[in-house]
């Protein structure tokens, strides 16, 4: 807690998690590929706020809470719909904004790649999963 060069070699390493996201939804955007989230939690809400990320890059978020549904991230404003909405629109990749429950939701969302549909994770570092 006392050696300030832990923090600096922290700021450094979140500065470039931002970059390498941001890197890979323009990538994919500029492809044509449909990103999704999964998920509305405060630590998703604030990497999104950190990052910038918006509606532009991601076309909406899915959480299986209803009480989250049919409102916007604070701050970003991406649309927030239920699970369902991914069967529907068959999104390239889906973002999981819970990111410590990746094994959880890869398996209640296996069907994605029913299409050739990947997760995404953003940290610790982005990683597509295929």
Not at 26 to 44: D, L, M, N, Q, S
Not at 55 to 81: C, M, S, V, W
Request: proline letters at 8%; one cysteine or more; glycine letters at 10%.
């Amino acid at each position: 807690m006392q050696d300030l060069a832990k923090y600096a070699v922290f700021e450094g390493q979140v500065r470039q998690l931002k970059r390498n996201l941001l890197q890979f939804l323009i990538a994919a955007k500029a492809e044509g590929k449909t990103v999704v989230g999964y998920g509305a939690p405060a630590k998703g809400n604030t990497l999104l706020n950190y990052c910038g990320i918006g509606p532009e890059f991601l076309d909406y978020t899915a959480d299986i809470n209803p009480h989250k549904q049919n409102r916007f991230t604070p701050g970003t404003h991406i649309p927030i719909y239920g699970p369902d909405r991914i069967r529907e629109t068959r999104p390239n990749y889906v973002v999981i904004l819970p990111w410590n429950l990746k094994d959880e939701i890869t398996g209640q969302l296996s069907f994605i790649r029913d299409w050739g549909g990947c997760f995404v994770l953003p940290i610790p570092k982005v990683e597509v999963l295929e």
